[in-house]
T-cell receptor, first 109, second 114 residues
Framework: EDQVTQSPEALRLQEGESSSLNCSYT??????LFWYRQDPGKGPEFLFT???AGEEKEKERLKATLTKKESFLHITAPKPEDSATYLCAVKDSSYKLIFGSGTRLLVRP | SQTIHQWPATLVQPVGSPLSLECTVEGTSNPNLYWYRQAAGRGLQLLFY??????ISSEVPQNLSASRPQDRQFILSSKKLLLSDSGFYLC?????????????FGEGSWLTVV
């Protein structure tokens, strides 16, 4: 059965304090690993798609990496506006996207 | 460009009342459509997905149902709401071109059953 586990559940950082979020997964026939950002009361906003181990993608202060068993979302020198819940999801050989429970990030000024 | 619209944004319904949430996608044809539910502080649970008009797959047995009367329209319904149906409902779409395509979400509908 496909499964996605995110850690930590919550993370508090000082502005400028870099860190990483983890997403471990088990899936039969990975068709993509997705990262989303979700602000309170809003729908998830797409950030990255990774398809194969070793792939990396960057966007501003965010960098996503992928191995055969997990993905990391690295946040470099975060700012308060980076505070949000970050969701990881995997797509298998069907049409479904399976989500983890998310990491709630709070960046203090 | 493609856009997704979902309404209503917020609703409060009494237990036992009916429900209808509507979602439409613009700027694409034959999208795959999805309904997800997110309980407070939890991840997204897939409820229904559709790969074409009249084709609905259910992931979770419950008192909800979905319909796709038109290519770019997806409706979530209930005949009698339960307290446990409260949550944040999200409609989403993806291009049918490939399995790895990104899924894009609407802004969501907050449902409170009282």
């Amino acid at each position: 059965e496909d499964q996605v586990t995110q850690s930590p559940e919550a993370l508090r950082l000082q502005e400028g304090e870099s860190s990483s979020l983890n997403c471990s997964y088990t899936v039969s026939g990975l068709r993509g690993l997705f990262w989303y950002r979700q602000d309170p009361g809003k729908g998830p906003e797409f950030l990255f798609t990774l398809y194969s181990a070793g792939e990396e993608k960057e966007k501003e202060r965010l960098k996503a990496t992928l191995t055969k068993k997990e993905s990391f979302l690295h946040i470099t020198a975060p700012k308060p506006e980076d505070s949000a819940t970050y969701l990881c999801a995997v797509k298998d050989s069907s049409y479904k996207l399976i989500f983890g429970s998310g990491t709630r990030l709070l960046v203090r000024p | 460009s493609q856009t997704i619209h979902q309404w209503p944004a917020t609703l409060v319904q009494p237990v036992g009342s009916p429900l209808s949430l509507e979602c439409t996608v613009e700027g694409t044809s034959n999208p795959n459509l999805y309904w997800y539910r997110q309980a407070a502080g939890r991840g997204l649970q897939l409820l229904f997905y559709s790969v074409g008009i009249g084709q609905i797959s259910s992931e979770v047995p419950q008192n909800l149902s979905a319909s796709r009367p038109q290519d770019r329209q997806f409706i979530l319904s209930s005949k009698k709401l339960l307290l446990s149906d409260s949550g944040f409902y999200l409609c989403a779409w993806t291009s049918p071109a490939g399995f790895g395509n990104t899924i894009y979400f609407g802004e969501g509908s907050w449902l409170t059953v009282v």
